[in-house]
């Protein structure tokens, strides 16, 4: 009964422990972006196109110096909690958060490499196979970027080149922020204090509730319902491959570059191109990449697969390091389930 007891006790401090943290987090994000809220709210149609890039610019670059500095901040509000941690890694939070960026002449060519692999061999497949089996799937993400009449989602209505220049930078800004809160942050930071997998999921529920915004009522439900589990799906993946390979920059390369592709399909369809059109000349040409890649990296992606559905099944099986039972187990993914959706509560509540 003691062993038990502890092994819940453990599971609920460790965690509400983390949700405090994120809450710190959060709240500092807040503070720190209210220099690009303040640009969000001067922008107009008539000066989107200047200050809609430099508005995603300063988000990510202010997310970026922000959770450093107030995981930093933590160690001093949490230290009794986080001090077993730092002593076994003997780097600070904050350090370990800079680590992901590292990139040296010796493995900058294999970080390339996986971020490539990720695009062709996961992203890609995912955003065509869901728009080729899901009727109107695109012209939900077309409406829901679009239908609001929201000024800094105007470049999708301008020329080609401005919507490519302006593509290129809010998309990368975009992937750079989403990847350094949701995988460099929540995924890693929360591994490092309960059970990693447990971290991939909170972090992943955050992720797929945070793209039921696109919400739209003139489609059916199960759009944003497709939408939350795409996004979830991706969460998962690359947070198994951040916690895998410690590096952040192939999941910046290759989320930032399809998120690049879907917004030249869903502007090829404001140009009232249909879905066949933008397969022929965008996607298929991307396929054939896929498959090449395939064969090329087949022992390399079939050793990656085989790594990470063995973490992952680890989740549903009880936890000797914590001394869990059976009950402790379905406890565990609940209040997991909980924090994730918590933490987006508090998101949704800061804008974060």
Do not use: C
């Amino acid at each position: 009964m003691e062993r038990n007891s502890s092994a819940k006790k453990k599971i609920l401090v460790d965690r509400f422990t983390f949700l405090f943290e994120v809450i710190i987090v959060f709240v500092g994000i807040f503070l720190f972006l209210l220099i690009p809220r303040f640009i969000y709210l001067i922008i107009t149609e008539e000066n989107a196109i200047f200050l809609a890039p430099l508005y995603y610019v300063l988000r990510a670059g202010l997310v970026f110096l922000a959770i450093p500095l107030l995981l930093y901040l933590t160690d001093f509000v949490l230290e009794s909690q986080k001090k077993e941690i730092i002593v076994e890694e003997d780097i600070s939070p904050a350090m370990n958060q800079l680590k992901q960026y590292k990139i040296t002449k010796n493995n900058f060519k294999y970080q390339l490499l996986y971020g490539v692999m990720l695009l062709f061999l996961f992203f890609i497949p995912l955003d065509f196979f869901s728009y080729l089996l899901i009727p109107n799937f695109l012209e939900f993400q077309r409406d829901g970027l679009t239908a609001s009449q929201n000024p800094i989602n105007s470049y999708f209505f301008q020329a080609y080149f401005v919507f490519l220049i302006s593509v290129i930078i809010i998309q990368l800004s975009v992937s750079f922020y989403e990847e350094t809160v949701t995988r460099g942050y929540l995924a890693k930071n929360g591994s490092e204090n309960f059970h990693k997998i447990s971290a991939v999921m909170i972090a992943a529920i955050y992720f797929g509730f945070g793209h039921i915004g696109y919400y739209d009522p003139n489609y059916s439900i199960v759009f944003p319902m497709i939408f939350f589990i795409q996004a979830f799906i991706v969460s998962v993946v690359l947070a198994l491959f951040l916690l895998k390979k410690k590096w952040i920059f192939p999941l910046i390369f290759a989320h930032g570059l399809n998120n690049i592709i879907s917004a030249h399909a869903i502007w090829n369809s404001i140009q009232g191109n249909d879905f066949m059109t933008v397969t022929l000349y965008l996607y298929i040409p991307l396929l054939i990449g896929s498959v090449i890649i395939f064969i090329w990296q087949f022992p390399r992606i079939k050793a990656g697969l085989s790594t990470g559905i063995k973490d992952f099944k680890t989740y549903f099986k009880i936890d000797d390091k914590i001394g869990e039972e059976p009950n402790d187990k379905y406890l565990r993914i609940l209040i997991d389930i909980s924090i994730g959706i918590l933490i987006f509560l508090v998101a949704i509540l800061l804008t974060v």
